[in-house]
């Protein structure tokens, strides 16, 4: 009886080593580490030796058939995802592996030429989604002068009450532009895929329907990407009551685009247990008008060991996805 539970003890640890070498060093490695140990088991007996491989030799099959086949799948889902540094507003740029590019937001207007600039260095010459996720200026201000640059292939917007439409410039001068290249303003809810393709998927979160509100921002678009075992989780201006609405859904993320600039009525404690991220950005202005962000969100953050980058301490922030980790570089380290 202590002979099979000193197989079985023994049989744990080898267990224990060999996913201990698959996760933090390499699944060849860790295979290596389980057939050594079952050749260097110390026998008592001759009797008990085939049972006692036997029973090795499953130890071994188990792992190699539920966890080293499951897990060493090639991940796809490579993608590079930008926070541009575009002062008091939004601009995060996603690039994939298959050369499409999405735009989420073009900042002030006097940021247009800097995006512009931006998408040309990095040898983009086309725009699959241009998204605007909602219709104020510090986010659509430099829109106009991407679609006047490159082709766009649609336009994104999202579902809100016609009498929350802001009648500003920017607002105007966006429509002009999407006229000029004919192009139409594509309005979506949460629950739409946006775009599709090798490992990878970007939906929208919110708006969702039963969404009741005066303030324009709780209508944003609340996108999601998903690349390969990444995710990353964009939340615009939405305050409190937008995260309410959607904490229903999965909204687990590795890195979180903090709501609204680092607002107060953004970012709430229950909506940061939804989302345990691990990496925060905040898009923020040096010396902004409204001394963002809140040192409340920032105490917050803190609280729950999300490490955060902001645009006016890092400038660009850019995070590449290999599908599996996230590697980050900063334009000001």
Known sequence: MREYRNLLFTASVLCFIAAYGFFNTNPGFSVFLLILGILL??????????KEKGILSAVLLSFYFFVYLPFS?????????????VGQGDCTI??????????????????????VSFLQSRKIHRIDLLIATHLH?????????????????????????????????????????LKKENLTQEAVQGGRVLLEGDGYLLEAV?????IDSLDLNDYCLILKLTCGRNVFLFTADAGYLAELEILD?????????IGHHGSFGSTSTAFLNAVSPKYGVISVGTDNDYELPNPYVLNRLQDYNVHVFRTDQNGTVTMHSDGISITVQCEKP
């Open 41 to 50: 088991f110390p026998h008592r007996s001759r009797k008990n030796y085939g």
């Open 94 to 115: 996603l690039e994939f592996m298959d050369g499409k590019t999405t735009v989420i937001d073009g900042g002030l207007s006097q940021y247009g030429t800097r995006i």
């Open 137 to 177: 200026s510090d986010h659509i201000g430099g829109l106009p002068d991407i679609l006047s640059c490159f082709p766009v292939e649609r336009f994104i917007e999202p579902v809100y009450p016609s009498e929350l439409s802001p009648d500003t410039a920017a607002v105007r001068y966006l429509k002009q532009a």
């Open 73 to 85: 799948v090639p991940v796809s889902g490579e993608c590079t995802v930008t926070f541009l540094d």
């Open 206 to 210: 919110s708006p969702v329907a039963s």
């Open 249 to 257: 859904q999965n909204l687990s993320a590795d890195v979180l685009k």
